[in-house]
């Protein structure tokens, strides 16, 4: 494989680079000059070592232009991947690299392909989301493919795996600068067992005037998906999600997992029988910082 792609928008060729490899390939990405240097010499020894990994020379002009013979007489398999939306070598450079090379501008999304995009993402993180609500979503964040699709991952857990629609409730709730995040940090906060985080992000919460029975079924979903991880019980979810889950559920035993889950069960059943007042926001922080806390 021999690649050139140039324009400026990182996530589209960022996408398209691995579109043109697999998961089994070995990619690696050079973009300082002792990378670049080791990654050319590697390729120029290819044929005595068998290394087959694929080169890419990331935003790197300088070094493409002054070894770029030795990169087009190479044997290996490289990609030049310039972030910009005209090409930056001299003509003669330039004529080379087409002549070697698969070619790929990669250019900005109009509004309409935007949506496309959208719904095509929000399908592929199993998503329940209206067309219409697609469009509000992207009418908010333009053409910044990469904070798009962080929304979408936010919706997913925040629809409950997208069992739920999304409604353009949530996506008000999600991006709004003073509420992004509080919840998944306090989420992120429980599963790495932070009580020092959970504290921080709770009072955020708090000040946002959330609800709290919110924050507590949240809470026990998301255990319970610490669980099903645990026990190695397929989880339905994105691949992201799914290294999320295992990441934290290291941090935890089954037991303690399980115990957690009944402690608030238990909380929930004293309220629901009047034995209890409402969750009020200080006993929810106090009981999360005591659940994450405890060790079997």
Not at 85 to 113: F, G, H, M, W
Not at 125 to 149: K, R
Not at 180 to 197: C, H, P, Q
């Amino acid at each position: 494989m021999k690649l050139f792609v140039y324009g400026s928008d990182y996530y589209l060729a960022k996408e398209y680079i691995s579109s043109k490899t697999n998961e089994e390939e070995d990619v690696r990405y050079n973009s300082s000059l002792s990378e670049a240097k080791n990654a050319l010499e590697q390729l120029s020894q290819k044929s005595l070592f068998g290394d087959s990994a694929i080169q890419v020379f990331y935003d790197i002009s300088d070094f493409v232009e002054e070894n770029i013979d030795k990169l087009v007489e190479s044997n290996g398999s490289w990609i030049i991947w310039e972030l910009t939306d005209k090409i930056p070598y001299k003509p003669t450079t330039k004529d080379k690299i087409i002549a070697q090379c698969e070619v790929k501008q990669i250019t900005e999304l109009s509004n309409r392909e935007i949506e496309q995009w959208l719904l095509k993402k929000a399908k592929k993180y199993l998503l329940n989301i209206s067309p219409q609500n697609v469009q509000y979503l992207a009418s908010l964040h333009g053409n910044d493919l990469q904070l798009l699709q962080n929304e979408l991952q936010k919706l997913f857990w925040y629809t409950d795996k997208g069992i739920r629609e999304v409604t353009k409730q949530d996506i008000d709730l999600l991006t709004d600068p003073t509420k992004e995040g509080n919840i998944f940090s306090l989420m992120d906060s429980i599963g790495s067992r932070n009580t020092v985080a959970i504290a921080k992000a709770c009072s955020e919460i708090y000040s946002k005037n959330m609800d709290e029975w919110q924050i507590f079924f949240m809470t026990i979903r998301h255990l319970r998906l610490l669980l099903q991880s645990k026990l190695g019980i397929t989880v339905k979810a994105p691949p992201f999600v799914k290294q999320k889950l295992s990441n934290q559920a290291s941090k935890w035993t089954v037991d303690e997992i399980v115990i957690a889950l009944k402690r608030l069960s238990q909380e929930e059943y004293k309220v629901k029988i009047g034995k209890s007042q409402s969750l009020l926001p200080g006993y929810i922080e106090l009981m999360l910082t005591e659940v994450c806390s405890s060790e079997t």
